[in-house]
């Protein structure tokens, strides 16, 4: 690989996850790419994951590695801007609490965004069950995305993101504090005339166990319609239009 020399910043908002966090970090410490810090922003755990974390880092001794801790649970998307506010890096990078990069994700990724001279990247990635098994089912991405299109298909997962802080501003990253934040996200910087690219390349394995909010269908409906009308402010056939789209594409990854 040639020699980038760019920081990583690694964002990981940690919420009662003892279960899964200490596989989640090795993912990030075992990365083929090592030039890279990781915040782990504890949001307020209520189940021992904080003091898990302190223990494991105590033994581990990396400095590259911050535990930042908040007062109170303030949700994901605080927590996110919280690391966010502190990363040196100049690249940013979102991994969920309970989410697996495969060892080459940051490299290839890093490779891709160079190759296409793209402020944000993201790649294909797996289902994975309680275990962080893959079970086989890849949700594959497109080579490219604008606002419109990104409108009608979210495909863009949260852990598979890669920001370049030298071509999108650091302050446009923030994420907007309502349900699906991730999403919403994706929208304010397309909207704002950058492209998304996508690696369609399996680097990443999405754990569903414990996930209520995205197994409930009822709510995923609520949450993107919202988007489609509060947030984006669209119309009300121009929602139907686009949620049309949506709902047959997230229908067809889960099968």
Not at 39 to 67: C, H, K, N, P, Q
Request: aromatic fraction near 10%; glycine fraction near 6%; charge should be neutral.
């Amino acid at each position: 690989m040639s020699d980038i020399g760019k920081t990583v910043s690694v964002i990981i908002p940690v919420y009662n996850v003892k279960d899964y966090i200490r596989d989640t970090v090795d993912s990030v410490l075992t990365q083929t790419w090592q030039d890279w810090e990781l915040l782990l922003v504890e949001d307020g755990s209520t189940d021992g994951t904080r003091e898990l974390l302190e223990a494991y880092l105590e033994r581990i001794r990396d400095e590259r590695v911050r535990l930042i801790c908040l007062p109170e649970n303030g949700g994901a998307a605080n927590a996110r801007n919280q690391g966010l506010l502190q990363a040196k890096g100049r690249y940013i990078a979102y991994l969920d609490a309970d989410d697996l990069w495969e060892k080459e994700k940051l490299e290839k990724e890093l490779l891709f965004a160079e190759r296409n001279r793209a402020g944000f990247v993201f790649t294909g990635y797996e289902f994975a069950d309680e275990n962080g098994k893959g079970t086989g089912k890849i949700v594959r991405v497109p080579e490219h995305m604008n606002y419109h299109q990104a409108l009608k298909n979210t495909t863009i997962f949260t852990s598979t993101v890669l920001f370049d802080t030298a071509v999108i501003a650091k302050e446009l990253l923030e994420m907007p504090k309502v349900k699906s934040e991730d999403t919403a996200l994706w929208w304010k910087i397309l909207r704002n005339g950058y492209m998304a690219y996508g690696l369609d390349e399996n680097l990443v394995r999405y754990r569903r166990a414990g996930r209520t909010l995205s197994s409930n269908k009822l709510e995923a409906i609520r949450r993107i319609w919202n988007l489609y009308r509060k947030v984006e402010g669209l119309s009300l056939p121009e929602s139907v239009w686009n949620f049309c789209f949506w709902a047959v594409r997230a229908v067809s990854r889960r099968i």
